[in-house]
């Protein structure tokens, strides 16, 4: 396992009204994140606020390249970001706790916190496909390029972990400084996390270790 310290480069927020950021999303263009208030959208480049969809956002958030997804207490909705509709709701898996979600390879990908688990589902019916565990609770989850990546958050300590797909080893870690913690993540894919801050009610950018455009293997959305 490579470990190394995370290189934070930006902050944004807090957020008014945001007393906690849970999931984070990138849509290609704004940061979605959740909180009490519902989903709201920023610019990275300036910061502000562009887009809000008042709906229940208690945890997890990705876009699908069309859709969001946003979990809700004990539910995964699946939402017009045009619109605020919500097109489609399945159960999240397992009883309760869960916490980041992303999408790749036509599934949802939902971490449960304290379980320590990251489960692959399928988006229509809920199923559950394949599942790996953590040693650590998992927080976010994302895809960059060919490559899956999950937050922790535990004991006030936080990082971004890369993990085999297939059977959750770690492959890599960025420890993150102490009280900064990972409620959510996503990536732009070409060379930032984004990462939801929790009670500190903000999102970090950090830098991706070997951040070149392009050099992070094949698209895991298609």
Same mark, same amino acid.
């Given at each position: 396992? %490579?470990?190394?310290?995370?290189?934070?480069? !930006?902050?944004? !927020?807090?957020?008014?009204?945001?007393?906690? @950021?849970?999931? @984070?999303?990138?849509?290609?263009?704004? $940061?979605?994140?959740?909180?009490?208030?519902?989903?709201? &959208?920023?610019?990275?480049?300036?910061?502000?606020?562009?887009?809000?969809?008042?709906?229940?956002?208690?945890?997890?958030? %990705?876009?699908?390249? %069309?859709?969001?997804?946003?979990?809700?207490?004990?539910?995964?909705?699946?939402?017009?970001?045009?619109?605020?509709?919500?097109?489609?709701?399945?159960?999240?898996?397992?009883?309760?706790?869960?916490?980041? =979600?992303?999408?790749?390879?036509?599934?949802?990908? @939902?971490?449960?916190?304290?379980?320590?688990?990251?489960?692959? $589902?399928?988006?229509?019916?809920?199923?559950?496909?394949?599942?790996?565990?953590?040693?650590?609770?998992?927080?976010?989850?994302?895809?960059?390029?060919?490559?899956?990546?999950?937050?922790?958050?535990?004991?006030?300590?936080?990082?971004?972990?890369?993990?085999?797909?297939?059977?959750?080893?770690? =492959?890599?870690?960025?420890?993150?400084?102490? !009280?900064?913690? @990972?409620?959510?993540?996503?990536?732009?894919?070409?060379?930032?996390?984004?990462?939801?801050?929790?009670?500190? !009610?903000? $999102?970090?950018?950090?830098?991706?270790?070997?951040?070149?455009?392009?050099?992070?293997?094949? &698209?895991?959305?298609?």
């Amino acid at each position: 396992m %490579t470990q190394s310290k995370a290189d934070i480069v !930006g902050h944004y !927020g807090p957020f008014p009204g945001a007393d906690n @950021v849970a999931g @984070v999303a990138f849509d290609g263009m704004r $940061v979605w994140f959740a909180s009490a208030q519902g989903l709201r &959208a920023f610019d990275p480049e300036t910061g502000e606020i562009g887009a809000e969809l008042p709906t229940l956002a208690d945890a997890g958030t %990705t876009f699908d390249g %069309t859709y969001l997804y946003q979990i809700a207490e004990l539910m995964i909705r699946k939402i017009d970001p045009s619109s605020g509709e919500i097109v489609r709701e399945i159960p999240t898996p397992g009883d309760d706790g869960a916490s980041g =979600l992303a999408w790749a390879e036509g599934s949802l990908w @939902v971490g449960k916190h304290r379980g320590k688990k990251i489960h692959r $589902v399928d988006p229509d019916t809920g199923e559950i496909l394949g599942t790996i565990e953590s040693d650590r609770f998992v927080t976010g989850v994302c895809w960059v390029g060919a490559e899956l990546w999950h937050g922790t958050w535990e004991d006030e300590r936080s990082d971004l972990r890369r993990v085999d797909p297939r059977s959750g080893a770690v =492959l890599e870690c960025l420890e993150m400084p102490r !009280g900064a913690v @990972v409620s959510g993540l996503d990536s732009d894919g070409e060379g930032r996390f984004f990462c939801g801050g929790g009670p500190e !009610g903000g $999102v970090r950018a950090v830098r991706l270790p070997r951040a070149e455009p392009g050099d992070r293997g094949a &698209a895991a959305t298609s």
